[in-house]
């Protein structure tokens, strides 16, 4: 199917390692690229391709893939990193997809 | 560095088409992979709308695509977005984003979002 699933919320304790996954089955063929949203911001890449960043988003930040499931890792967790995450790939049929977003909320 | 800016009516009436542009600057629309629009209803996640690629071919989220299109300007290097016969539901705030990537793809950077509002 033509979906792309994320947990509603995550928590992480300050400076741990949390990890926000995506599931779908257009992710066996197509990478995930992730986004961080703050509130009243535009979303921001943080991860493309196989485990891309762009420049400017820390090394904490990491992306990887197993069958159906993506995943954005971040080790260290800090304060700023609390915002809303989305996973985005695309289908056989060229359409893009989002998951519906993971709040992450760093303790 | 590219740049992009959506602009167009905050109000829009029910039943009427909602219009919005997208301004690029930094870069040669023509030289992008691709456009996109994406929306996002108030409290809600994201939403693809639809993407038109420098071949001129357009992708449309099948829930909307009887509703959508998407063109560019090239003499104005920028890219619009019409959707037809709005209800309330369509009440959001708007992205325009720059597209890349074959295998999965992804949106950077992205405008900084218009909020439309449908409403008499």
């Known amino acids: 199917s033509s979906e792309l699933t994320q947990d509603p919320a995550v928590s992480v304790a300050l400076g741990q390692t949390v990890r926000i996954t995506c599931q779908g089955d257009s992710l066996r063929s197509y990478y995930a690229s992730w986004y961080q949203q703050k509130p009243g911001q535009a979303p921001v890449l943080v991860i493309y391709g196989k485990n891309n960043r762009p420049s400017g988003i820390p090394d904490r930040f990491s992306g990887s893939s197993s069958g159906n499931t993506a995943s954005l890792t971040i080790t260290g967790a800090q304060a700023e990193d609390e915002a809303d995450y989305y996973c985005?790939?695309?289908?056989?049929?060229?359409?893009?997809?989002f998951g519906g977003g993971t709040k992450l909320t760093v303790l | 560095q590219v740049q992009l800016q959506e602009s167009g009516p905050g109000l829009v009436k029910p039943s009427e088409t909602l219009s919005l542009t997208c301004a690029v600057s930094?870069?040669?629309?023509?030289?992008?992979?691709?456009w996109g629009w994406i929306r996002q209803p108030p409290g809600k996640g994201l939403e693809w709308i639809g993407s038109?690629?420098?071949?001129?071919?357009?992708y449309y989220n099948p829930s909307l695509k009887s509703r959508v299109t998407i063109s560019v300007d090239t003499s104005k290097n920028q890219f619009s977005l019409k959707l037809s016969s709005v209800t309330a539901a369509d009440t959001a705030v708007y992205y325009c984003a720059d597209g890349s990537g074959s295998k999965g793809g992804w949106f950077d950077p992205w405008g900084q979002g218009t909020l439309v509002t449908v409403s008499s």
């Open positions: 930094g870069y040669s629309i023509s030289s992008g992979y691709y």
């Open positions: 985005n790939s695309r289908d056989s049929s060229g359409n893009h997809l």
């Open positions: 038109i690629y420098h071949s001129g071919s357009t």
